[in-house]
Nanobody, 128 residues
Framework: QGYLVESGGGSVQSGGSLRLNCAAS????????MAWFRHPPGPAREGVAV???????TYADSVKGRATISRENAKHAMSLQMNSLKSEDTAMYYC??????????????????????WGQGTQVTVSS
């Protein structure tokens, strides 16, 4: 059975850093792509970063240069290092996985509907 469990969220001041972790079952850890999404207050859930088994990584424009996604298949784990945090990074962050998703070319990005497995989320609050 597949599960994903996020940890590492918390409160941090603007300019600070956080490392979010995602622990996966063996089943979900074998997914071709794993991703981080976030859901700010009000707006819809949005993609943050995705990493796939071929080494491909994709980042949302809003976090490029500030975020690094990585996965350790042997440990069934994925992480998201975020630096230079801003108040607009405040959101519930979710880990997701899917074995069928393949990164799109162009500006297709990655969407919540692309991923079948989800964690419960971890809250990140950035104060100015």
């Amino acid at each position: 059975q597949g599960y994903l469990v996020e940890s590492g969220g918390g409160s941090v001041q603007s300019g600070g850093s956080l490392r979010l972790n995602c622990a996966a079952s063996e089943y979900t850890a074998s997914s071709y792509c794993m991703a981080w999404f976030r859901h700010p207050p009000g707006p819809a859930r949005e993609g943050v970063a995705v990493v796939c088994s071929d080494g491909t990584t994709t980042y949302a424009d809003s976090v490029k240069g500030r975020a690094t996604i990585s996965r350790e298949n042997a440990k069934h784990a994925m992480s998201l290092q975020m630096n230079s945090l801003k108040s607009e990074d405040t959101a519930m962050y979710y880990c997701a996985a899917d074995d069928s998703f393949r990164p799109r070319t162009g500006s297709g990005g990655f969407k919540p509907a692309d991923f079948a497995y989800w964690g419960q989320g971890t809250q990140v609050t950035v104060s100015s």
